[in-house]
Nanobody
Framework: QVQLVESGGGLVQSGGSLRLSCAASRSIFTIYAMGWYRQAPGKQRELVAVMSSGSQLNYADSVKGRFTISRDNARNTVYLQMNSLKPEDTAVYYC?????????WGQGTQVTVSS
């Protein structure tokens, strides 16, 4: 199994920045894919950014050029640097991992962007 612990959410003004962290309970070298999804009120959960085996990156069109996903292998941690935040980025952000053909989720962290 994989436990995922997120941190770094909060309230920020439009145009501001936040960095989310997701610490995994096992070496991220063993995890096929890790990344971030988000869910706004009344909407479906959507992909934000995912890093797959071989460092392949996949970003939602709405965040390209503003968000950057990265990893620290020594800390078993994946980050999401979010710049130029917009009110429409307001959502609960979930860390995601794909390991041994199963999907794992963190508990979620709230990001609120005020206009």
């Amino acid at each position: 199994q994989v436990q995922l612990v997120e941190s770094g959410g909060g309230l920020v003004q439009s145009g501001g920045s936040l960095r989310l962290s997701c610490a995994a309970s096992r070496s991220i070298f063993t995890i096929y894919a890790m990344g971030w999804y988000r869910q706004a009120p009344g909407k479906q959960r959507e992909l934000v950014a995912v890093m797959s085996s071989g460092s392949q990156l996949n970003y939602a069109d709405s965040v390209k050029g503003r968000f950057t996903i990265s990893r620290d292998n020594a800390r078993n941690t994946v980050y999401l640097q979010m710049n130029s935040l917009k009110p429409e980025d307001t959502a609960v952000y979930y860390c995601y991992a794909r390991w041994a053909d199963y999907d794992y989720w963190g508990q979620g962290t709230q990001v609120t962007v005020s206009s």
